[in-house]
């Protein structure tokens, strides 16, 4: 290598210390800016939760549900929602949906809603059978009731009550 | 021994009964509609099918006569029974009963029927509610309490056992 090489390799080097050191300043700023950001979103955040918890706590949240009641917003927006038919519209679009139809099935399908149902069909059952045993037996008490009168009388005029099994012969 | 309460009526028997034939009388058809399909498409002689009907016509009774005998027999209750919530015991020991006197029993449901059911009508003037089959085998016919969930029975006291 000659002399002027080495000289120019020098004069390169020397040169290029200042950049090096902006370049180096800038990463320092950019990883800066990068923190404080993240920072000021977690501090955001923090507030915007700290705000709603506020609310929640408060009766701000009362007062802001009671004005729209009194101003009559909900059911504006109901009527709206009714007139320009975007209940029917919605409506259409779940029933078209193959996810409405997936979801029906996996509930339909699902252990816990089938037990409910079988559960609430004993049930019914039950209930119809309750009410035919009662009817009838209530009928045997009329039928009963009914035929004793055409009963031939017995000594002394008197008739047979109906005993209960419990009162009669034990072994 | 089981819980027993008062003498069971008529219309609750005769509901009881019909559950029973319902039940009784469905399966049979069951059996034979689907022997009869079977019979129809083989193109047996005609010697054959009798023959069959004439076993299925057995099978029939024998059927009924043991439907019948065996519940009346082991829980005192058919399946009509049960639903009506009365059963059938003996009328000295209050158990159920041995099974000849069961299907003595069934005879005699048969044969009270024939007058008009005058054999059965005949419990409506009687102090126990008993019918011809139950003069006939001694039974008696009372109604099952309902039985009490387990969650309202009261907590077995220390001792007991």
């Known amino acids: 290598m000659s002399v002027v090489g080495s000289v120019f390799d020098a004069g390169t080097r020397v040169t290029s210390i200042p950049l090096r050191g902006t370049v180096a300043l800038i990463d320092v700023g950019l990883a800066i800016e990068q923190r404080s950001r993240a920072v000021l979103r977690a501090a955001a955040g923090r507030l915007a939760l700290d705000t709603l918890d506020a609310v929640l706590a408060g009766d701000a949240l009362d007062r802001v549900l009671e004005r729209i009641e009194t101003a009559g917003v909900a059911q504006r927006i109901a009527e709206r929602i009714l007139e320009d038919g975007v209940a029917e519209q919605i409506v259409a679009l779940l029933l078209e949906s193959e996810e409405l139809w997936v979801l029906v099935d996996e509930i339909a399908r699902s252990p816990s809603v089938t037990e409910a149902i079988t559960h609430q069909s004993a049930g019914f059952v039950d209930q119809i059978t309750d009410t035919v045993r009662e009817r009838s037996r209530e009928a045997d008490t009329w039928v009963q009731s009914a035929a004793r009168r055409f009963r031939p009388s017995r000594k002394g005029g008197e008739t047979a009550k109906l005993t209960p099994l419990s009162d009669t012969r034990q072994p | ?161």
Not at chain 2, 43 to 58: C, F, R, S, W, Y
Not at chain 2, 109 to 116: D, F, G, T
Request: net charge positive.
């Open chain 2, 1 to 161: 021994m089981p819980a027993v309460g008062a003498y069971a009526g008529l219309v609750t028997r005769t509901i009881a009964f019909a559950l029973d034939a319902a039940l009784v009388n469905g399966v049979a058809l069951l059996v034979g509609v689907t022997i009869g399909l079977g019979v129809s498409i083989l193109h047996l002689p005609k010697q054959i099918e009798t023959a069959i009907a004439a076993v299925l016509g057995m099978a029939w009774v024998l059927w009924l006569v043991g439907y019948f005998a065996f519940f009346w027999s082991t829980t005192g209750q058919t399946p009509g029974d049960r639903v009506m919530r009365i059963r059938v015991l003996d009328g000295h020991n209050r158990g159920p009963l041995r099974p000849l006197r069961a299907a003595l029993r069934f005879g005699g449901v048969l044969l009270a029927s024939i007058p008009l059911f005058a054999g059965i009508l005949v419990m409506l003037w009687d102090d126990r509610h008993r019918c011809l089959q139950d003069r006939l085998a001694r039974t008696i016919v009372v109604y099952v309490p309902k039985p009490v969930p387990p969650a309202q029975r009261l907590p077995s006291v220390a001792g007991d056992a």
